[in-house]
């Protein structure tokens, strides 16, 4: 038996030239899509409202997810949103409406005890709340309306708060016209 050697040629290393041009390539890109995270904001550090209203802070007294319901072109609204007291004591809550440039004090005012927090659509744990109402709302849905909070504690702030159609979730929240 005969003893067969082969011998295979040893791959040579890439040229010196062509190594640096890969290592300044790569380099260059990761440069590049790192660059995006450098003028770009970190949006998950942004503040937003994760809902269909808007937020208000009034002091310790926190109004969320505040809107307005109604058909508009001068139908009544209900207003919706959450009032949170985050102080130790009671608050009374008095909202107060933009419209065609007057302000329009709404009702019923709101009593909210501490540490606890109170619907201005009038819904709760038995639904037995009085909704908080504008007589009415010049604004189409999709516009805007300026709503002011004021607390008994003396703090206020102001928003402006989209108007929604009684539909979907808003869609018990129809207003009854008292006019006719």
């Avoid at 002091?59 to 319901?69: E, H, K």
């Avoid at 659509?121 to 999709?142: C, E």
């Amino acid at each position: 038996m005969s003893l067969v050697i082969s011998r295979t040629a040893a791959q040579q290393p890439a040229s010196r030239p062509r190594r640096l041009a890969v290592v300044g390539l790569a380099l260059a890109a990761a440069l590049s899509l790192g660059a995006c995270q450098m003028s770009s904001p970190v949006t998950t550090d942004m503040g937003y409202d994760p809902a269909d209203g808007v937020s208000l802070n009034a002091g310790d007294i926190a109004v969320r997810d505040l809107l307005v319901v109604s058909q508009g072109d001068g139908a009544p609204g209900v207003v919706s949103g959450q009032v949170v007291n985050n102080t130790p004591e009671s608050a009374d809550i008095t909202l107060t409406a933009t419209v065609d440039g007057q302000a329009v004090p709404l009702e019923p005012m709101v009593t909210v005890e501490p540490g606890t927090s109170v619907r201005l659509d009038g819904g709760g744990p038995d639904g037995s709340g009085t909704p908080v109402t504008i007589p009415s709302v010049t604004a189409r849905p999709g516009g805007i309306v300026e709503i002011t909070v004021q607390t008994s504690q003396g703090a206020g702030d102001s928003g402006l708060a989209p108007v929604l159609l009684p539909d979907g979730y808003y869609a018990d929240l129809l207003p009854t016209d008292t006019s006719e």
